[in-house]
Structures are given as C-alpha cells and as structure tokens.
C-alpha cells in the first residue's frame, strides 16, 4: 500500500472499510472504467479499488471537508483519484460538469465513519463530550443543538420515533423541552443525561442514549432524503451493464435501498401478474436493474470479530439494463420510455 501522508494519519485516525472483500469482488472494475465513491471517507475503498485496477477515473465525493483534505493529500499518490467536496445526491450534476456523462461503477458506503465518531468535535457521539453539531458538512444547516434547541416538541418526538425507533420518543422530547427551558442544551454530554432521565437502559447493554443521538443524526444530514435523491442519480448515471454497489447500516437505509432496487428489477413479473386493461392504465416500465444479490450481503465473521461496525453491515448490489431510467423527469409517468434517451449514457467499457 502507498504511504498516507504521517501528518494526516496522527491527526485523523484511521476507518476499517467494512464488506472490501465483497465490495472488491462485485466492483470488477474494467481498464478504462468510470468510477464514483460517493462517499469516501478516509479512501479505504479508493485505495482498494484502484490497487485492482489503476487505469480508471475514480471520481469521489464526500460532504465532510475533513475527509475532503484527506482525499486531495492522497491524489498526488494516487494517479486516477479526484476527490470532490459535494453530497453524493449532487453526483449526476458533479460529474457531468466534470465532462462525464455516464460512469460504469458507483458505491455508496453509508453513514459516518469512525473518524467522524471518534473526534468529540464533531459531536456524533456520547462517548465523549463535545459540541452537539453533528453535521456531515459543518458548514451547511442547523446543528443538533440548533435543532433541540428550537424544534416543537411533537416534530421533536416525530423524529426520535421515526429515526431512531425510540419507544419513549414523546417522554424524551417532553425532557427535552423542560431541559431547555432551563438553559440551552450545547454538549452531547447533557443530551445524553436528559435521554438517560427518562429512559432505562436495556437489557442488552446499549446506552440509552444511542436510538435519539442517531434520529438526530439522520434528521441533521437528511441521510434518508440523500440516499433516495442518490440511488435515483446513481439510476440516470450508470451506463448499461454499470453496477451500484450499497452498503448500509441500519433497517432504515436498507429498506429504502431494497425497495429502490425491487421495483427496478421486478418489472417483468408485475407485468405477468398485470390484467389487460390494467396495462394500459399504467403502462409497463422496462426493468432498469438487474440484481447482483438477491438477498443482502453480510459481513463475515471474521471481518465481524474484528470491526464491530461490520456487524450491522448490509450490502446490496445490481447491474443496470439498457432500459431508461424510472427516475428521469423527461420521462412522464403515462408515457412508456423509448428504447434509449439521452440520460442513458455508454455501454460499460
Ligand atoms: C462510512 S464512511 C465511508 C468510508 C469509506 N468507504 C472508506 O473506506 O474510507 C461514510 C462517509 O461518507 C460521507 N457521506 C455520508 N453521506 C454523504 C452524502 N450524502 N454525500 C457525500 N458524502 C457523504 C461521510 O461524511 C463519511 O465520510
């Protein structure tokens, strides 16, 4: 492996990427290839994949302006990788602007890395008291505390529910509320006093703290908007026979994957089960994916005993059809596609 700068390795920690092996092994990537990381991270996919194959372009994004000046340290290293400060739901509008109209690979490896956990500065985590800010990119939207700080107390309770699943989501958004009736909640420490005043700690061990700091970490980055507006660029973007590999890291994100890439890939059998008159009603779409994995990759023991992060992991892959993309706005919901636009970009090299 080539030599990360030493300054930047003190200062930033290192992340394990989770599923490489499989990520590897599905990514195939061909001489001349196009590829996009949508989130890179500390480069650990990068390094791999272009280690297999370093005739490629291998675009990378990623919101966080740290992992940002890690990445451009790197491209002087690594011939091939370009790193790009941008949210991977930009990715279609990036990489067109940097003269690409279609790429072959795109994968998204979900969430936060450890880095990001791991500096109390940043405020993802209880472990440590820090800031509650939370922010992938700290330099757009409000912070957590700006959010815990303003938010009602049912849309408060409505996020911890619906994002973090927290049972007692209602009885943590009233503590909430009377906390900062007090004074101001700034630190994730006293956030995570507040939940644990009125949650018990489980029988399982974890903190209880753990379900609310997550709500509030999707609500801050709209990880859940992200990844739809992302999957249906990655959609436009792939040339046939591209692939788009996604690991994620809870139900939540899987869900939204699964049921993204089901209805890309099911068509033909919709269509069978379809009355004649219904037909016409709705049109049929032409499967745009075919699946690479039928049922969620997990991370294997081994991998899972040494990084517990890979315990949660599950990774979902699918290689695009010449069919256009469901996604394209040109494209009107009672006009069946033609064969070919001009979203749909190259064959895959
Ligand atoms: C799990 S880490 C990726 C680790 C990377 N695969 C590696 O091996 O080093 C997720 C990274 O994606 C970034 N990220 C998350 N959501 C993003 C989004 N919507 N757009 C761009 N970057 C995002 C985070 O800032 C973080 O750096």
Known sequence: MFAVPPELIDTLHAHDPVMLREVLSLAAIPAGAIVIDGTFGRGGYARALLRAQPDCRYIAFDRDPVAVDYGKALMAALPGLEVHHAAFSDMKQVTRELGQASVDLIVLDLGVSSPQIDEAERGFSFGKDGPLDMRMDPSRGPSAADIVNAMDEGDLADVIYKYGEERRSRAVARAIVGARAESRIETTGQLA??????????????????????????????????????????????????????????????????????????????????????????????????????????????????????????LRAASRTAAPAWSDPDLSASAAPGPTTAEQGSTRP
């Open 193 to 314: 006093d507040i939940v644990r005043s009125v949650v018990r700690r489980a029988k399982d061990g974890i903190d209880p703290a753990t379900r609310t700091f997550q709500a509030l970490r999707i609500h801050v980055n709209d990880e859940l908007g992200e990844l739809e507006r992302g999957l249906e660029a990655a959609e436009r973007l792939l040339s046939t026979e591209g692939r788009l590999i996604v690991v994620s890291f809870h139900s939540l994100e899987d869900r939204i994957v699964k049921t993204f890439l089901r209805a890309r890939s099911e068509q033909h059998q919709r269509d069978g089960r379809r009355l004649p008159w219904e037909a016409e009603a709705a049109p049929a779409r032409e499967q745009s994916f075919t699946l690479l994995t039928r049922k969620p990759m997990e991370a294997q023991s081994d991998e899972c005993r040494a990084n517990p992060r890979a315990r949660s992991a599950k």
